[in-house]
């Protein structure tokens, strides 16, 4: 079985930060793309940012120059700095990871529980 353990969500004041981790364990061959997403009441959720395992990274529009992804394969975590927050950052932020459990098998994506982030203004 393969877990996604998030951790750093919480509180906090606009323009401050935080870090979120998130980090795999379990049975795992080999992992690849890594990426966060956030979802709120109401809406779908999202793509925040993307890293790939050549290092490409993808932002939305929304969080460009203010937020970092980074990713260790090694260690299967992948990180989320996020700078200068913002209220409408306020999100349950999920994490995932495209992993390959076995040499013969596809790999697939699996996610985490999420972990919450509030903002307040």
């Known amino acids: 079985q393969v877990q996604l353990v998030e951790s750093g969500g919480g509180l906090v004041q606009a323009g401050g930060s935080l870090r979120l981790s998130c980090a795999a364990s379990?049975?795992?061959?080999?992992?690849?793309?890594m990426g966060w997403y956030r979802q709120t009441p109401g809406k779908q959720r999202e793509l925040v940012a993307a890293?790939?395992?050549?290092?490409?990274?993808n932002y939305a529009d929304s969080v460009k120059g203010r937020f970092t992804i980074s990713g260790d394969n090694a260690k299967r975590t992948v990180y989320l700095q996020m700078n200068s927050l913002k209220p409408e950052d306020t999100a349950v932020y999920f994490c995932?990871?495209?992993?390959?459990?076995?040499?013969?098998?596809?790999?697939?994506?699996?996610w985490g529980q999420g972990t919450q982030v509030t903002v307040s203004s």
């Open positions: 890293i790939t395992s050549s290092r490409i990274t």
């Open positions: 995932t990871q495209r992993i390959k459990i076995s040499t013969w098998e596809l790999a697939r994506d699996y």
């Open positions: 379990g049975s795992i061959f080999a992992s690849n793309n």
